[in-house]
């Protein structure tokens, strides 16, 4: 087999070598200008910042292919009057019922402002349709707005016009907005205070592991400075990126997770070996140039490492992008651009700033601390007597470490998607009580209906339009619908009947009451059905299956071609979606990640390990998720209730993530692991030295790491909550039982082969980590 041969001396080949060894001693010896140009870019960043921030979006489950596209393609090129939306105005009062008349001069004074209000095509007056606008009760009714602009339009619509809900509120008769723009707006809102929150409690606590892992205030300061740093430059560029494409209000927790995240954590790397490095070069803090060299070193071995890491990252995150969803897409965007831009800031600002402190960095010292340097005699470290005692029973180790995750994980095997739009998080919102008063008094599908678009290819004949009608019937009549309506049922009340002849006088004589209901040229008409039940709850996602397949079975027998959309549809199809592609996101994270390991350690064994022990730590994540928010065991202890679902997006979303964070302290252990192998050549002593002088910074990381994405999980919002115990569970067992226990088990069991490479595969790849 072929090994690589171990070297004189260890480090020798990056002094003076390397790109990153040059460009750490050049930013070194640069250090100001390098602060001043990031100085200027972060200014800047802070104001693109501000318009990424405007401009997100919320509740977009849009797949590319689908047939709720289709529906909503139809809807905008045929129908160009129709409504984009329909929100609700809730008039609602205790005091005086629907009929006294301060009730109806509420209501007709919000007619006609709200028919002025920006993006707003259309309002009816609860009046016109009491069977349907006015709740049972007598003291809540509804003022219907037809809404027309983009989804991001819409949402800035939303902010005015509960603006002039408010004003128009009196001490008797209370009115609110709501609907999915102004709930996805209202969701906004809550995001900024949540992700305000989160960091007021992620922060201090990283900077308490920091102090206990460093023992100067120096070394901490420094990687929360570059958490900082990375997460205002992601905000800048994906500012930028807001002008040609849209974000999801998600993506912005998602980025500042992962950018304070990991820019904490591969700076605590390199700050921890920086110190290694001046203790090792004692002249290193008597002359700028040589602290340069420190610095240099540091970028050649732990900045080596975070570029391959951040690199697996990104490569794990490329996997999203089978996904057809564009929110989906815009995700994987802007986590790719964090990645991008936190590994600038590691590659360049942070030697820069080494640079400037040298030895200061170890001052001062916190007296109940000391200066925690490295270990400075690693062979009895509690390290090293651990590595020790799992390599004397490396299969018995390994087989129970792989038995409890794989019992965390069985409840994977019965996980069910969903999709929550929030608006529980944002009840307190006056979009959320006005969504609880609809729910409480009316149907909540009232407000997200199904759209069946019911399309020919020449005018309606009588025959399609009987079709129309029976099917608007049958699907009124079902259990979980609440109401149904079509051109047919206009045309009903117009004349007593729906002929072809009565589509054309209609169209003629009263378009008004036909718009929006059949296109110009009559050949689309508009079935509109409201669910009974909320349209992310699972009576209305089998609603739209049903709709589906009466819709083929009825319409196209008549000559038509049936599609259905509206939000609910988009949720059933954005769901399907994520079963299709998660296989395929899996094999493609597996097989990239691979490549890059193989490049990155010149191993053909390595790489596979590495692939099977974060596939364990991600299906152990998934079983707890599962176990936690699906089924409801312990779900009080984080601060939710029994979903009986996880999110959608949640399953690609994390195992793209997980994966590519589990491969961060994977590439800093195996490094150091094959630093040493390469000076001494005995595999048990490379092992218990390298997981010695990793595991107590990997164990500092993912304290930090656990403590960021865990204070993700005081949000009121479901998807983030979700996303930040998976994360933080993750990490937690893949710094804990996986790298200090599986990992040098494994290594043991495999000895020389773990750096085993076919002579001819080593011949043909270009350079890796053994090559810097």
């Not at 301060?102 to 004074?109: D, T």
């Not at 304290?703 to 999980?713: E, H, K, L, N, Y």
């Amino acid at each position: 087999m072929t090994v690589v041969p171990a070297p004189a001396a260890p480090g020798t080949q990056s002094a003076g070598t390397g790109r990153l060894y040059r460009l750490g001693v050049w930013s070194a010896l640069h250090a100001w200008q390098v602060l001043a140009f990031w100085l200027v870019l972060l200014a800047a960043a802070a104001v693109s910042a501000g318009y990424f921030s405007s401009h997100l979006t919320g509740n977009d489950n849009t797949v590319t292919g689908s047939d709720s596209q289709a529906a909503a393609r139809l809807l905008a090129t045929r129908l160009p009057r129709s409504a984009n939306e329909t929100d609700l105005v809730v008039v609602h009062s205790r005091s005086v019922a629907v009929q006294d008349e301060p009730f109806r001069q509420a209501v007709q004074v919000a007619v006609l402002r709200f028919a002025h209000a920006s993006g707003v095509s259309g309002v009816s007056s609860p009046y016109d349709a009491p069977a349907q606008l006015i709740a049972p009760d007598g003291h809540t009714a509804l003022i219907a707005l037809s809404m027309q602009g983009s989804p991001t339009q819409l949402q800035r619509d939303a902010a005015p016009l509960r603006d002039l809900a408010g004003n128009l509120t009196t001490g008797q008769v209370q009115l609110y907005v709501t609907g999915s723009s102004p709930l996805a707006a209202a969701e906004v809102d809550r995001g900024d205070a949540d992700l305000a929150r989160a960091e007021r409690i992620g922060f201090p606590l990283a900077a308490v592991v920091l102090l206990l892992a460093f023992g100067t205030p120096i070394a901490a300061a420094i990687p929360l400075l570059l958490g900082a740093a990375a997460a205002l430059g992601a905000f800048g560029a994906l500012g930028v990126a807001s002008t040609v494409t849209s974000f999801d209000v998600f993506a912005r927790t998602a980025v500042s997770m992962l950018a304070i995240a990991l820019g904490i954590d591969y700076s605590l790397f390199a700050v921890t070996r920086f110190r290694e490095e001046l203790a090792d070069v004692p002249t290193a803090a008597s002359s700028r140039p040589a602290r340069a060299v420190a610095v240099g070193r540091t970028m050649a071995t732990a900045g080596h490492a975070v570029l391959f890491s951040g690199a697996t990252v990104a490569v794990s995150l490329s996997g999203l992008w089978l996904v057809r969803s564009p929110k989906i897409h815009s995700m994987a965007l802007g986590l790719a651009t964090t990645v991008g831009v936190m590994l600038a800031v590691c590659l360049t600002l942070l030697p820069a700033l080494l640079g400037l402190f040298g030895r200061r960095i170890n001052r001062p010292v916190l007296a109940l601390l000391g200066s925690r340097q490295h270990v400075p005699d690693p062979e009895h470290s509690v390290w090293a007597r651990l590595a020790a005692a799992v390599m004397r029973r490396p299969v018995a180790v390994a087989g129970s470490v792989v038995l409890v995750i794989v019992a965390l994980a069985v409840p994977a095997f019965g996980l069910r998607y969903g999709v929550d739009l929030g608006a529980g998080a944002v009840a307190d919102s006056p979009a959320g009580k006005g969504y609880t008063l609809v729910s409480r008094e009316f149907a909540p599908g009232i407000t997200a209906p199904v759209t069946v678009v019911a399309s020919a290819r020449a005018p309606l004949t009588g025959a399609q339009l009987d079709a129309v009608a029976r099917f608007t019937a049958e699907a009124a009549a079902r259990p979980n619908v609440a109401g149904a309506s079509s051109v047919t049922t206009v045309l009903d009340k117009l004349y007593g009947a729906h002929a072809a002849d009565d589509l054309v006088r209609a169209a003629a004589g009263a378009p008004a009451a036909v718009a929006g209901l059949v296109s110009g040229d009559r050949t689309v008409a508009v079935i509109t059905v409201r669910p009974r039940y909320a349209p992310d709850s699972a009576q209305t996602a089998d609603l739209v299956r049903d709709l589906r397949a009466a819709a083929r079975a009825n319409l196209a027998g008549a000559g038509l071609t049936a599609n259905v959309g509206g939000t609910a549809a988009q949720i059933v199809d954005i769901s399907d979606e994520s079963s299709r592609a998660l296989p395929l996101v899996i094999a493609a994270v597996l097989a990239t990640s691979w490549v890059m390991l193989l490049l990155a350690f010149r191993s053909l064994i390595l790489p596979f390990k590495a692939v099977l022990m974060n596939l364990l730590t991600c299906a152990g994540a998934f079983g707890a998720a599962v176990l936690v928010f699906q089924d409801g065991h312990g779900a009080a202890l984080v601060g939710a209730s029994r979903t009986g679902f996880v999110q959608v997006m949640l399953p690609l979303f994390s195992f793209a993530l997980v994966f590519g964070l589990s491969m961060d302290y994977e590439i800093f252990m195996i490094s150091r692991m094959r630093e040493e192998w390469r000076h001494c050549g005995d595999n048990r002593r490379a092992v218990r030295l390298g997981l010695a002088r990793s595991a107590r910074v990997i164990t500092a990381a993912a304290a930090i790491m656990v403590v960021v994405f865990a204070s993700f999980m005081f949000t009121g919002v479901l998807e983030i909550k979700q996303l930040g115990f998976m994360l933080a569970l993750a990490v937690l067992i893949d710094a804990s039982i996986v790298r200090l226990l599986l990992v040098p088990a494994l290594m043991r069991l495999m000895g020389r082969w773990n750096w085993w490479l076919p002579a001819r595969l080593d011949r043909t790849l270009p350079g890796s980590y053994a090559e810097r």
